[in-house]
């Protein structure tokens, strides 16, 4: 299987070909049909029974919970008794014992999100396993991997207010917030108890002691902390404890970002180098935390990830914060959407990282419609760091570095990496390892094109070939979006067409009496930036690659150069030889988006503890703003043009608006398998994800996946030759506002279509009541050549003249091949 993206962007600088790259629209159908053929020839790769492809991997197997036989005391015991079975030989031994075997082959076993185990089989093993009785599946596993100062501002939460959502929520005070990340640095500022009260009753996590970490290393503030490290070690053999902590104790440094953003505490001062000084604080600064270690040196695996699920749902947290993710498969073979299912079945608000494989179309992960699908947004804060060139010229440029700096007014020379002479070219314009001749670098500004090693990893690359500076250029599918990270010399990030403008310089340059020269000019930190928000260029887009009648992502939030928590033992470019420390840290990708609605969440569902998941994310969608700080609709930052829904879903969140939505698009269970029925999942798929027995007869007459009580509305339409087309959509909404008010429906139908709404007003009597309406979109068909898809956006309003409550419609349509 693949190996998915990193969602921490800083981790996530691989070659523009080894990224998502920007699918154009003719591009759909051909992506979708080679996702699936991959996926399925994977399947038919682990079926087969030669000996070189018997070798053993970890799959995770769903059990029939409640056909446990009696003479097995624990559910573990039966299912050592399935792994017994597959290694029998004799027929007598093929009937399960009730007596555990002395070495359990089984990984994990799982009982609250999900009813099963894991173990490491081999494909003729998991084969057989799929035919013993009640076993309902056996999923292979996959690896995923992970993916501030003035955030909270720049959303509108201010201490000083007498009122709003911090006011209301009592800063987010005994909620508890899960993350399922790298671990966490406990003895962090950000993660301090004072003046908390004590835990909360309902908590039953437990502070799991391991390399370095001890029960006391929690408190009132980190009041869980465990690992699991299981699935990883059944891949790769025992871990080397000298590289990783064998504890929830943060090696890596993303968990202790990410948890800080959602829940971090007061800390004065803050800051990073010097860079972004201000006051730090998380969305939720109340609110507890715990922490679930499940990202190790070689990735995040399935295996262990919904044991993380599995026990934070047991233990009692309220909002899940996972910024992890991966390929997209089908639900019913997705751990991350099974994992969640099971806990927004139980009343936990999940949010995860929507991918940094942006700006490319058809990118955005984590897609199930009971997770909150988070893309990134930047905020008004940046940090230039802007390049001189010899013949007088300025390029913008974004940076983080605190250390001894160029000379000031000193022009050096500048090499392009990749010019002949400087290794292989191509691995030298990519500044990788070993590439760079010391002779030619040495005391020379370097251009490196990004690709393959870390952004920072270049920069080191460059200085210990003797360069004194690096500029590192975008490529073409990076666009323009530029990522500040804190580098081991003075070095600087420019866009996709500074870097051709540079480069022409050098070719031009060198062949004339003035060599090319350069130098970089830091300006430190610049507030009140405008435009923003913009979508960030990593971010990625829709539209959903598994389900395209739900939008993806659902919202953006902040996630470029957010400065929070940073553990003490590793620098903060993250190369092995920056010896430099710092409390705080800038980090940039969707993985640092979700925590911001993560510590959201948080705070709603302090306000409104009656409020289910799908409310909570309901309230953040509707509420959500297109517009930045111009009036004007946001722009991409890859292009520089106007952004649309596949970029930010139904747009920025806005907190304050977001307590008090007046209405709320709300899910129970049953309707998520009603559309899983729609979807044409079998009953036994529907059942490995919800653990319920579904009966699709009756929702298979109620509509469409489409009809399912999303905020949001997508209609895809196939273009088969029909001159006209229709579809509907059936909504619900909850008034959670005033108990008598009076909605209104403004309608702006994307260009080319005719939509109506039935009623045109709904008249509510009190708080809690539920009205429907039915929204008919009507569309001709137009002329698109094969593989080709025409996307137009519009929205469905309801006003009471108090509230909005806005939903995105979209509608595509799209020419086979």
Not at 204 to 210: F, Q, T
Not at 217 to 238: D, M, P, Q, V, W
Request: charged letters at 15%; a positive charge.
């Amino acid at each position: 299987m693949p190996i998915p993206s990193l969602f921490h962007f800083k981790a996530a600088q691989s070659q523009t070909s080894l990224n998502h790259n920007p699918l154009s629209s003719s591009s759909f159908s051909l992506s979708m049909a080679t996702i699936f053929l991959l996926f399925f020839l994977s399947f038919l790769s682990f079926s087969s029974s030669s000996s070189t492809n018997d070798l053993p991997r970890t799959f995770i197997v769903k059990v029939q919970h409640d056909a446990k036989p009696s003479i097995f005391t624990l559910h573990k015991h039966w299912y050592d008794s399935f792994l017994s079975s597959l290694s029998s030989s004799s027929a007598d031994q093929k009937t399960p014992s009730s007596s555990p075997p002395a070495e359990s082959r089984i990984i994990h076993t799982y009982d609250t999100v999900f009813h099963g185990f894991s173990a490491k089989l081999s494909p003729t093993e998991a084969l057989k396993l799929q035919t013993l009785p009640h076993v309902i599946a056996v999923i292979p596993e996959r690896v995923r991997h992970v993916q501030t100062t003035r955030s909270p501002q720049f959303l509108g939460l201010k201490t000083t207010d007498s009122a709003g959502l911090l006011k209301e929520s009592d800063f987010g005070s005994d909620l508890v917030v899960g993350v399922i990340d790298t671990g966490i640095w406990p003895e962090r500022q950000s993660f301090n108890d004072r003046n908390l009260g004590p835990v909360p009753e309902k908590w039953k996590g437990m502070c799991v002691s391991g390399k370095d970490f001890s029960p006391a290393s929690c408190n009132r503030k980190l009041i869980g902390a465990r690992f699991f490290c299981n699935g990883y070690e059944a891949t790769n053999g025992k871990m080397n404890e000298s590289t990783e902590y064998r504890s929830p104790r943060d090696s890596d440094g993303h968990g202790t970002h990410t948890a800080s953003i959602a829940a971090g505490r007061y800390v004065f001062p803050a800051s990073t180098l010097g860079y972004a000084k201000g006051i730090a604080a998380g969305m939720a600064p109340k609110a507890r935390l715990a922490a679930y270690k499940v990202c190790w040196n070689a990735g995040c695996y399935d295996s262990d990830i919904l044991a993380a699920f599995d026990a934070a749902v047991n233990d009692g947290v309220d909002v899940i914060s996972l910024s992890v993710g991966g390929v997209v498969v089908p639900y019913y073979l997705d751990a991350i959407a099974i994992g969640s299912f099971g806990a927004v079945d139980r009343g936990v608000f999940v949010s995860a990282s929507a991918g940094n494989g942006g700006p490319g179309g058809l990118t955005v992960t984590n897609v199930a419609p009971w997770v909150a699908t988070i893309g990134a947004g930047t905020i008004d804060r940046d940090f230039p760091a802007d390049v001189k060139l010899g013949n007088g010229k300025v390029i913008p440029g974004m940076s983080v570095y605190g250390g001894p700096g160029l000379s000031p007014g000193k022009m050096y020379p500048l090499i392009y990496a990749g010019s002949e002479g400087t290794g292989d070219g191509y691995s030298s314009s990519l500044c990788l390892e070993g590439s760079l001749d010391p002779k030619l670098v040495k005391g020379k500004i370097v251009l490196c094109d990004r690709g393959i090693n870390s952004r920072a990893g270049k920069g080191d690359v460059v200085k210990k070939a003797g360069g004194v500076g690096m500029i590192l250029a975008n490529g073409v599918f990076d666009g323009e979006g530029l990522v500040a990270d804190c580098h081991v010399l003075p070095a600087t990030a420019v866009g996709a067409s500074a870097g051709d403008d540079i480069r022409r310089y050098i070719s031009v340059a060198s062949k004339s009496k003035s060599p090319p020269t350069a130098t970089i000019v830091f300006k430190g930190t610049r507030l009140g930036v405008r435009p923003a928000p913009v979508v960030a260029s990593f971010s990625a887009r829709g539209p959903n690659p598994e389900s395209n009648e739900i939008l993806k992502p659902d919202v953006i939030a902040p996630g470029l150069n957010i400065l929070a928590a940073w553990p003490d033992k590793v620098g903060p470019s993250g190369v092995p030889t920056d010896s430099r420390r710092t409390e705080f840290n800038i980090l940039s990708g969707t993985s640092m988006a979700c925590p911001h609605v993560s510590g959201l969440a948080a705070l709603l569902k302090a306000a409104h503890p009656d409020w289910s998941p799908a409310a909570i994310k309901s309230a953040l969608m509707t509420t959500a703003y297109t517009v930045d700080n111009r009036g004007e609709t946001m722009l991409d930052e890859s292009t520089g043009n106007t952004s649309t829904v596949m970029d930010f879903g139904a747009g920025h969140v806005h907190p304050q608006k977001a307590m008090e939505p007046g209405l709320v698009y709300d899910i129970s269970t049953f309707d998520y398998v009603d559309f899983l029925c729609n979807s044409n999942y079998t009953v036994n798929n529907i059942q490995v994800v919800t653990r319920k027995t579904a009966d699709c007869s009756g929702a298979k007459r109620a509509g469409h996946a489409g009809n399912l009580n999303y905020p949001s509305m997508s209609a895809a339409f196939p273009q088969y030759g029909k001159h006209k087309m229709s579809t509907h959509f059936i909504r619900t909404v909850t008034n959670v506002g005033d108990p008598n008010s009076v909605y209104k429906v403004t309608i702006k139908a994307p260009s080319g279509t005719v939509v109506t709404v039935q009623p045109e007003k709904l008249v509510f009597r009190r708080i809690g009541q539920k009205l429907s309406f039915l929204v008919r979109v009507q569309t001709t068909a137009v002329k698109l050549s094969p593989g080709v898809s025409s996307l137009k956006s519009g929205s469905i309003v309801w006003s009471d003249g108090k509230h909005s409550v806005t939903s995105p419609l979209v509608v595509t349509m799209q020419q086979p091949l």
